[in-house]
């Protein structure tokens, strides 16, 4: 099974405290995702949720041609104001570990993001992502990006 990488990186003009609290909460990331993926958390109780470790987060998305789909992930990793880690366990990818670190700096906080994602299916899931998957993380993560500098400011 073929096994991508992409990393993500991004300064923020806020301290680390007010930066952990924003990317902690899964509610935010609703606010970060484009809104052509009406990305729903549909898991119970999550107004006030901070990560930890087991915390299963449930999500309807359409990542795709407005397919809606059902997305589990689980936050395997907490270590507080340094990282957090998120593992699919149902979805649309054949794996998913996405790795969110945190790091002070000179008037602010560098974010660092490493994603691991696989799509399955061999020759055709190696087409697919070289075609479609690829770009559209990549999307995604640039809408972030723009998000990001509209919420906190550039650094």
Do not use: C
């Not at 990560?51 to 992930?73: A, D, Q």
Request: charged letters at 20%; glycine letters at 6%.
């Amino acid at each position: 099974m073929k096994t991508y990488r992409l990393e993500f990186t991004q300064k923020l003009p806020v301290d680390l405290d007010i930066a952990w609290d924003f990317f902690s909460s899964p509610m935010n990331l609703a606010e970060i995702t484009p809104q052509d993926m009406t990305f729903d958390v549909t898991s119970p109780n999550m107004v006030n949720a901070k990560m930890y470790p087991g915390l299963i987060i449930t999500y309807e998305i359409s990542p795709l041609f407005g397919i809606k789909l059902n997305w589990v992930t689980e936050i395997t990793h907490v270590k507080d104001k340094e990282y957090f880690i998120d593992e699919q366990r149902f979805g649309p990818f054949a794996f998913w570990h996405h790795q969110h670190h945190f790091e002070k700096a000179d008037g602010g906080v560098v974010m660092h993001d490493t994603l691991h994602y696989s799509i399955g299916w061999g020759p055709i899931g190696a087409m697919a992502n070289a075609l479609i998957v690829n770009n559209k993380i990549n999307e995604i993560f640039n809408f972030r990006y723009q998000k990001v500098e509209e919420l906190f400011g550039k650094f």
